[in-house]
């Protein structure tokens, strides 16, 4: 069975208080008798929030033993020292697995270069976290040591206004042949709706989701949809 990557992306929400009702919602509503079971093996669940959010999310997870692996959203171009606001890639791995990089919003917002990605990259892979790289498009630049994209059209972002799951299946296929990479996500306006016209598809691998992921009950549909 090809393996599925679930992603959450809850960018810049919740709080603390937040996260755990989310966090209990979501595993009543998935896990009520024996942790997991529920999910077949091929769907890796991973939640990527705020840095704010890692620890306790981490602590509870454990204590739980739920199948979620955390993700962070960033991660700083260097190693420790005087880089004032920055969280860096041995302090995220102390909580997170993965993490998400090159995001149309931080592209957009934050100025981000292929250069600077390409050197977060770099940290991700020194310090074992996988990057899930968001590529805009066929012609956005891969860099080296990316194992997983996220093929983002920014028309689909947070507009309700998915790409066509035909569409996105053959930039997906573009992207893999391209780059040489196994696992393409999508992601843009994914519901529990529409999940499953993506993932049924050869040659996405999962999803990214923004907006649906935020509401604990419309993550599990998503997941149990896909
Ligand atoms: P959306 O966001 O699901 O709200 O469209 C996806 C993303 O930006 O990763």
Redesign the pocket.
Known sequence: MKKLFIVA?WKSNKTLSQAKEWLEEFSNSNFPTSRGEQFSNNKEIIVCPPFTLLLELKSLIVDQGLPIKLGAQDISPFENGSHTGEINGKQIKEFADYVILG?SERRQNFSETDETIAQKVRMANKYHLDPILCAQNINTEIAVGVKIIAY?PIF???TGNPDTPESAEKTAKLIKEKNKIDYVLY????TSVNVKNFTQMPNINGV?????SLDPKEFSEIIKNA
């Open positions: 992306n995001h983002e689909a972002i947070g992601g843009g306006s994914v990214l989701v923004g907006g649906s």
